[in-house]
């Protein structure tokens, strides 16, 4: 039992950190994301994969973790615009990260975490500066054992550095997950709130409210009011950010491999063009509408 708690919580740290899905306790996932926008033909699909694999460094709990995230984004941009759309339609990312783990006693556990990202729509055929996302975070996990389930109470408190989000500052992470009944647990936190009902041991679902997004850099910038000299607004970057509810299932064909499936509701539609201060020159569309995902597992719980 305590093995496996030692891996969990390698993962657990250092996925919290450096991607959306940082509640996840998956060494390694393929998915596919979809969601068309309400009164529009536009779309957003996006496919991603990524595997982390913990180093042993000794006995008392430490590990090394590599790993790799690899994103292909297609936006299907149909609505009228003043400027060519094409060079939005595809974006890909590619993440390189280093995570350090160690007990300090046995309840709680230190975490550390960086990364750098490559994020662009690759115009160029090449990277440049303007490409490149680097991360950071530290953290600190609090594990209390229960034995009437296989799942601990964990508490998650950290903090996480991007240069994505524009401001000068780390920001602060709090994650709790209890499992308070049989069939029952709750994890309460960011990017993920849910409640979950296990209805037998190869199959649960839940109810979830959660954040989702991208972003990246576009090489050839390009003015997206070209008829407005004076404006000179540049698209220099794009971002998206999407708020949404919904409920998810989730099949267990084997203790690691499971598959999944989200359906909800956009809550917040926030897809921008922005200038190189972040700044947002144009909003693509905000206009809340369905949203998908679903793909295969390999978690160590």
Do not use: C
Request: aromatic letters at 18%; proline letters at 4%; zero cysteines.
């Amino acid at each position: 039992m305590n093995r496996l708690f030692s891996l969990f919580f390698v993962l657990f740290f250092f996925t919290i950190g450096l991607v959306s899905y940082g509640q996840s306790t998956d060494l390694a996932r393929i998915e596919y994301t979809f969601f068309p926008q309400s009164n529009s033909d536009n779309s957003f699909r996006r496919f991603r994969s990524f595997i982390n694999f913990p180093i042993k460094l000794n006995d008392n709990g430490a590990y090394l973790v590599p790993g790799i995230d690899y994103e292909n984004i297609n936006l299907k941009y149909e609505d009228p615009a003043l400027f060519g759309t094409e060079e939005l339609e595809r974006f890909q990312s590619f993440t390189f990260s280093l995570g350090y783990t160690f007990k300090i006693n046995e309840q709680w556990r230190f975490g550390t975490d960086g990364g750098v990202k490559v994020a662009s729509n690759f115009e160029r055929s090449d990277i440049i500066v303007d490409d490149l996302i680097y991360t950071g975070g530290v953290y600190f996990i609090n594990i209390k054992e229960d034995e009437r389930y296989v799942e601990p109470v964990r508490l998650i408190l950290g903090l996480h550095y991007s240069t994505t989000s524009g401001i000068p500052f780390p920001l602060p992470i709090i994650n709790y997950y209890k499992r308070f009944q049989p069939k029952w647990a709750y994890a309460l936190g960011v990017p993920k709130t849910n409640l979950k009902y296990y209805i037998n041991e190869k199959n649960t679902i839940q109810g979830f409210v959660t954040l989702d997004g991208f972003f990246a850099n576009i090489q050839k910038n390009f003015d997206v009011d070209p008829s407005n000299i004076a404006a000179k607004a540049l698209a220099e970057n794009i971002s998206m950010t999407i708020l949404l509810a919904g409920i998810g299932y989730e099949h267990k064909f084997t203790d690691n491999l499971s598959f999944y499936l989200y359906a909800g509701q956009t809550l917040i539609n926030n897809i921008r063009l922005r200038d190189d201060k972040r700044e947002k020159v144009y909003i693509i569309n905000e206009t809340n509408s369905f949203y998908g995902r679903g793909g295969l597992k390999f978690s160590i719980l």
